[in-house]
């Protein structure tokens, strides 16, 4: 077993959106497991937008990662060594490894991963993931859209958004993706969104406005204050907000404002999303996301990248929305072919 690994640590806190020079790539120090615990490779490691605010100290009660500290997240994995009757050599696991390319861990922590026939195990960190419950979770507990009603998705075209505007479409409402600029358009379409606009366009609110003549019933917030306002000013009366995603301040934008007199105007409510609340439907959104993968109805949008050192640069490109889809990275060699 080797006694050191390569991992990415942070090499000075971001300011403002991520740079690839916020992370470099280091060799660091790898313990032999001990009765009980695994050793792990990791196959594909999710990038998530909450790191930029646990890099920043801002992401619910949890510490900060310092400077010179492994970036933490979630990956497919292979277990490599065992020292667990429970684990056994070769099996694919979900687990928190961190940017790194070996991990150590408590047997406990890891779980096997299980896909359907014909999907990829990296569904896992998407659709069949965290961003898919999320999205799953705003869908039937903060959204509940009805047949006809129109349902506008913010980052519509990434990891969260994919799917709950599919979720959206299949309960019958009308969708409208929101995208951050116009080479996104037609893969928004491609989702199966209705109608697609594109919030850095001058005339964005005018073609919101055009393209939901019957304003607004049900938002998934994934967005910047601009988006925010526009989109709540134009909300029907009844309606349903889920606050799920506040990019822009992550990135160092001062606090987001909500407009309180289009909201009361609306009487509408307002959900704040956190997915952890929602562990409890883990099981319905892997039944139900599941059979929508296996049989192509829901498209996984993966955007990959190859080798741990380009984890700083996807990470960057991801919190400047540069990125198409839900941001994997293929760390061992095994998953790069
Ligand atoms: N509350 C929760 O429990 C929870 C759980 C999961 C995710 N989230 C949040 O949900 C959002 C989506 O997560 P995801 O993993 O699916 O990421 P993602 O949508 O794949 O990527 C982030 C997207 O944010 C969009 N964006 C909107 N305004 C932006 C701005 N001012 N600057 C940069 N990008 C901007 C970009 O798309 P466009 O440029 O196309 O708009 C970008 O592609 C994130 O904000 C994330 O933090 C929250």
């Known amino acids: 077993m080797n006694d050191v690994t390569r991992a990415v640590v942070v090499a000075r806190t971001p ?46 009660d949890d510490p900060p990662v310092a400077p010179g500290q492994v970036v933490p997240g979630r990956s497919v994995a292979t277990v490599v060594e065992s020292r667990s009757t429970e684990v056994p050599v070769g099996a694919t696991v979900l687990a928190e490894t961190g940017w790194r390319e070996l991990a150590v861990l408590p047997a406990a922590a ?46 519509a075209t990434g990891g969260v958004g994919s799917v709950a505007g599919h979720l959206a479409s299949l309960a019958g409402a009308r969708t409208i993706g929101i995208v951050g600029n116009a080479t996104k358009v037609e893969l928004a379409r491609s989702l199966g969104y209705d109608e697609v606009v594109v919030r850095t366009a001058p005339d964005w609110v005018e073609a919101l406005h055009a393209a939901s003549p019957d304003r607004v019933d049900c938002y998934l917030h994934m967005g910047d204050q601009a988006t925010l306002d526009g989109v709540v000013e134009h909300l029907a009366v009844g309606a349903r907000v889920s606050l799920c995603g506040l990019i822009d301040q992550s990135n160092g934008a001062p606090p987001t404002r909500l407009r309180a007199g289009a909201l009361m105007a609306a009487r509408a409510t307002v959900h704040g999303m956190v997915v952890h609340d929602h562990a409890d439907l883990a099981a319905d959104h892997v039944d139900r996301v599941a059979a929508l993968l296996a049989t192509r109805r829901l498209t996984l949008l993966e955007d990959r990248y190859s080798g741990l050192e380009s984890a700083g640069a996807a990470f960057a490109a991801l919190m400047s929305g540069r990125n198409r889809g839900k941001v994997v990275v293929a760390v061992s060699k095994e998953s790069q072919s």
């Open 15 to 60: 300011d403002g959106p991520p740079a690839p020079e916020d992370f470099e790539v280091v060799e660091v120090p790898i313990a032999a497991a001990v009765e009980d615990q695994v050793v792990v490779r990791v196959d594909v490691l999710s990038l998530d937008p909450y790191l930029r605010s646990l890099l920043g100290g801002a992401h619910l």
């Open 110 to 155: 890891v779980s096997p991963v299980s896909v359907p026939d014909g999907v990829p195990d990296s569904a896992m960190l998407g659709p069949l993931g965290m961003p898919g419950l999320t999205a799953y979770a705003a869908h039937v507990r903060h959204l509940t859209p009805g047949a006809g009603e129109t349902v506008v998705v913010g980052s």
